[in-house]
C-alpha cells in the first residue's frame, strides 16, 4: 500500500518530491518508482533497513548511513563514475544546532518545573476547599 501510494505521488503533477520509508519493497516495485520518477521528472528517496544494503536497487545513487560517535558516516554503496573509496564524515551536531537544542532543553524543563508547581498548587487548593466543605457541613 505504501509504494503504490509514493507511485501515485510521483504521477501526480503538484508533487515535486516523495520521501519514503519502504522496508520490505520488492525489486520490481522499486523498479517501477525509479521509472515513475524518471518519467515525471519528480525526486524520489526511499528510505530502508541496513539489513537490505546487499540487495539489488534500480536506484542510480545509493548510500549507506551509519552514525559513529559523534559524527554520520555516509558510504555510497552506488553511484554513476568512478566508486568512492572512503565515506564521507559530517559532524554529528553542528556549534549552533547544539546551542538550540540545549536551548530547547532548558526552556523544555522550565515548562514543566513551572506545570508540576501550579499542579501542586491546584491541588493544595482542591483540598484546601475540601477542608473548607468538610468544616461547613458540620
Known sequence: AAAWACEQALRCRDVRAVLAWLPQVAAPMLRRLQLAAVQ???LLWVLRPDGTRAQASPAPLRLWLQPQADQLLIHVIKRRGPSALHPVALPGHAALLAVVLQGQAQRRQQ???A??????QRAQEVQDAMAGLAAAAH
Not at 115 to 120: C, F, K, S, T, V
Open 111 to 113: 515548562a514543566q518545573t
Open 40 to 42: 515525471h521528472q519528480q
Open 115 to 120: 506545570a508540576q508547581g501550579m499542579a501542586a
